[in-house]
């Protein structure tokens, strides 16, 4: 029998090494400040850096623990080698990927080229497997288990128009986690996956504004948007990292291959 812990034993994370994968602004941001406000170091891994390293700074400001920002492609397996090996020389280990980084440019099926296809897929779905791949090889020598959460998408649950590549990643990603969970188990290593709806960030900002341009302005589209959902508003990158949290967290100890829906009801419409 293993001893009750109380709500804030559960939700410590200190001593953890983090790495959240395109967490210098929107949802991964949140997450990084929700992790290390937890007490995880938290390591920001980012093609833009500059921002990377502007999130760290303010997110060791106001949570306390160290944050650091490195510089690296999520559709490089190469640079999830290098991204490991950093946070376990800043950190000690690695105990939580959050597989983050990710790109959801419309196109019409009909016009959506191979390059397209490949750069979305390379990011999203080629990037979070080699990422866990890196991540839980350090997990596994660390032998005290781990957390990989990988953010998958309501467009991998529900077709949307202009999005069947996007759609198709996440479709994968969703897959992934559940992969992955299976064969990582033994190692203690619970792999979980949360699908947002629609949550306000700037790229989510830019992909409207790039539809307004065909036909409907960029309120309309948010309008249509927010019309479709029960609770009445779209999601904040909050939202989505307070679920990421509890993923992390020991109050979900017995979770593995799930993936948590964080999208104001919008499935149910
Ligand atoms: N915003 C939404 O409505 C929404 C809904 C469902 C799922 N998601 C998923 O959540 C994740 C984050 O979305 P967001 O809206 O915060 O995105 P965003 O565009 O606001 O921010 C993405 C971050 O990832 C970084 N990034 C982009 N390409 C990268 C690459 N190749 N390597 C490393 N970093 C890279 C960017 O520099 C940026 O910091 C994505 O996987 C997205 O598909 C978002």
Do not use: C
């Amino acid at each position: 029998m293993t001893t009750r812990q109380t709500i804030a034993q559960l939700f410590d994370l200190s001593g953890r090494g983090a790495v959240v994968t395109g967490g210098a602004m929107g949802i991964g941001r949140s997450i990084a400040y929700r992790l290390s406000e937890a007490g995880a170091q938290v390591m920001i891994a980012d093609i833009d850096l500059d921002t990377a390293r502007q999130t760290a700074e303010k997110v060791t400001e106001r949570a306390g623990t160290r944050a650091l920002a490195i510089r690296a492609d999520a559709s490089s397996p190469a640079d999830a080698e290098k991204v490991m090996q950093a946070t376990v020389e800043a950190f000690g280990s690695v105990d939580i990927l959050v597989n983050n980084a990710g790109i959801y440019p419309t196109s019409p099926f009909l016009q959506t080229t191979e390059q397209l296809w490949d750069r979305v897929l390379s990011i999203n779905l080629k990037g979070a497997f080699f990422y866990a791949q890196a991540a839980a090889r350090r997990m596994i020598e660390g032998g005290r288990g781990g957390r990989i959460i990988n953010l998958a998408s309501i467009d991998a649950l529900h077709p949307h128009v202009e999005l069947a590549h996007y759609g198709s990643s996440k479709a994968g990603v969703i897959m992934l986690t559940k992969d992955l969970a299976l064969e990582l188990a033994p190692h203690q290593i619970l792999v979980n996956a949360v699908a947002p709806g629609t949550i306000m960030t700037r790229g989510i900002g830019g992909e409207a504004q790039a539809r307004a341009s065909a036909g409907k302005s960029t309120q309309e589209l948010m309008d249509e948007f927010i019309r479709r959902l029960p609770l009445g508003r779209p999601g904040t990158p909050d939202d989505v990292a307070k679920a990421v949290l509890f993923l992390a967290s020991g109050a979900a100890d017995y979770m593995t291959g799930s993936v948590l829906v964080v999208d104001g009801g919008y499935l149910l419409s």
